[in-house]
């Protein structure tokens, strides 16, 4: 009994110990674990897809039965989406298309000019803890720790692992996610609402059309003057035996008042954008956006913001990838500013084909000799 | 040869094998079919089956083993798992030999309080390594969930765990 108890004890002190070294190796990045673990892969994936291809039918069965309600409301929902979308389509490749042309008049940087690489999901996180998804592409594309990566909605994640030929992507909800990222705030405009016809007349059969315009309201320092349109020409006379000066160069000569028209940029009308640090919250929760400063200029934060990535020379993504929307403001006391809720524009549980951007930022990539 | 044989008959090499199974449909169908929007963890019923099997010791080490299969595919620390599943099947294992006489509820009783005491001890050491945001609600609906469901099949994954870790039969 007391030789039992001995083997048992000295048993459970080799398993404690033994764990204690390969977590300690693992966190501090060992080499020796990450090639067990692309090994263990390599092994395992043939097992894997075997096994996916035994269970389909009991999967497709499952789906079947818990989610035939949730398909049905989707394919409907789908349908009208669909509709919106083809004509929203069209204005919005062309918009993209003059912006990207302009960015790239500009010299800016612009996602086109990113290589990229289209993998499947081949897998995801079989844990309650972690929100990772596998990829079928890995290094012998180009793929590195760190890249972004994205959907056809926006983006989804950054890469966390890379082996050969498949890759683990980190999604936004991860808890350990997090990036850099700006709050694109819309300025503030006044709506009004006009019902043509009279209130006062009513009537049972009258069918009362409404139609809402939106004037923009603009504010300017100099009196007169309206952002976003050419200014009249206006004349002073000049005083008897005043020579105007040769060269009318602009309106702020001494002594010449303004004779040529003025174009005053739509300074107002441009959407104002403030930068904060995203942080996902698991799978059930919303992602935040923290460090928004609480500035006048930038004004409240209304709910259906656009969330867009920062970039920047640190950044692991490059600026103006969609993120989503701001679902929430939690605003809080001073000079703190918000705590934003932002709903992803990419659905999470239902990913499929992604695109890896190849792209590293300037402090990241290798010097050359 | 006779090392080779030697290695194919070993009761650890068998357990490997049915780990590998087991991990396969834990990436597959199990990862797809999300019950309450939880992942069923046979992993986890594979570990309390062998404690029950063939006890704490026994347990333990097979435990180990099958945690570390499923550390390989998660992206988590590399032995966490390893360690709280050799713990949930000493755990197993020890609780049961205090049963009088065992029956098949109570062996499924055993199986599903110790991988009750898995589920919570599992994101209690993922935050003790680092990870943040794991220690949620959501666990008390994880822990009721696949308990239940570790409890329904303890029986016949026990079988099969009893088949694996059975001891060569002495040649005469």
């Keep these: 009994m007391a030789g039992s108890t001995f083997t048992r004890r000295r048993a459970i002190l080799l398993l404690t110990l033994t764990s204690v070294l390969l977590i300690t190796l693992d966190l501090r990045g060992s080499s020796v674990v990450n090639g067990a673990r692309s090994v263990f892969g390599t092994i395992f994936r043939p097992i894997e897809s075997a096994t996916r291809v035994v269970t389909r039918p009991v999967q497709n069965a499952w789906n079947g039965i818990t989610h035939y309600n949730d398909v049905v409301d989707e394919n409907r929902r789908l349908r009208d989406l669909v509709a919106y979308g083809q004509g929203a389509n069209i204005a919005a490749i062309a918009t993209v298309r003059e912006a990207q042309e302009l960015l790239a008049l500009n010299g800016l940087p612009t996602l086109a000019g990113i290589s990229s690489c289209t993998a499947q999901v081949v897998g995801q996180s079989p844990s309650n803890f972690s929100q990772t998804v596998e990829i079928n592409r890995g290094s012998e594309c180009g793929i590195k720790v760190g890249m972004p990566v994205l959907n056809a909605a926006g983006m989804i994640g950054k890469v966390t692992n890379v082996y050969n030929k498949r890759a683990v992507v980190m999604l936004l909800t991860d808890p350990g996610y997090s990036l850099s990222v700006k709050v694109v705030n819309t300025p503030p405009t006044t709506t009004t609402t006009t019902v043509p016809g009279s209130p006062s007349t009513s009537s049972t059969t009258t069918t009362t059309t409404t139609t809402t315009t939106v004037p923009r309201t603009t504010t300017t320092t100099i009196k007169g003057f309206t952002p976003g349109s050419t200014l009249p020409v206006t004349t002073s006379s000049l005083a008897p035996g005043v020579t105007a000066p040769t060269g009318t160069a602009g309106p702020n000569q001494p002594g010449q008042n303004t004779n040529t028209q003025i174009t005053v940029p739509a300074g107002a009308d441009l959407p104002l954008r403030e930068t904060g640090a995203l942080e996902g919250r698991g799978l059930s929760k919303n992602p935040v956006v923290r460090f928004i400063e609480n500035t006048p200029r930038f004004g409240a934060i209304v709910v259906g913001s656009p969330v867009i990535s920062a970039g920047g020379a640190t950044s692991l993504a490059p600026p103006d990838i969609v993120i989503g929307t701001v679902s929430k403001v939690v605003k809080r006391t001073g000079t703190l500013g918000p705590i934003l809720e932002v709903k992803l524009s990419a659905n999470l549980n239902s990913l499929n084909f992604v695109r890896v951007l190849l792209y590293q930022p300037i402090t990241e990539r290798p010097t050359e000799p | ?172």
């Excluded at chain 2, 087991?22 to 079919?33: D, K, R, V, Y």
């Excluded at chain 2, 594979?46 to 099997?53: D, H, M, N, V």
């Excluded at chain 2, 049963?99 to 005491?117: P, Y």
Aim: proline residues 3%; hydrophobic residues 55%.
């Design chain 2, 1 to 172: 040869m006779d090392a080779i044989i030697g290695i194919a008959e070993n009761k650890y090499t068998r357990l490997v094998l049915v780990g590998l199974l087991f991990l396969s449909l834990q990436t597959t169908i199990f990862n797809e079919m999300r019950p309450f929007n939880v992942c069923l963890q046979v992993m986890l019923l594979l570990a309390a089956s062998c404690g029950l099997a063939k006890g704490s010791s026994t347990g333990a080490v097979a435990g180990f083993i099958v945690g570390l299969l499923y550390d390989f595919v998660l992206t988590t620390p590399l032995g966490l798992c390893a360690a709280v599943f050799a713990l949930v099947a000493y755990l197993a294992g020890y609780a049961h030999s205090f049963v009088h006489e065992s029956t098949w509820w109570s062996r499924s009783l055993v199986a599903s309080a110790a991988s009750a005491v898995g589920m919570v001890v599992l994101p209690i050491a993922f935050t003790v390594t680092g990870a943040e945001g794991v220690l949620t609600l959501q666990i008390f609906t994880a822990v009721a969930v696949v308990s239940l469901f570790n409890a329904v099949f303890s029986v016949p994954v026990e079988i099969l765990c009893r088949w694996a870790l059975k001891d060569p039969a002495p040649v005469r």
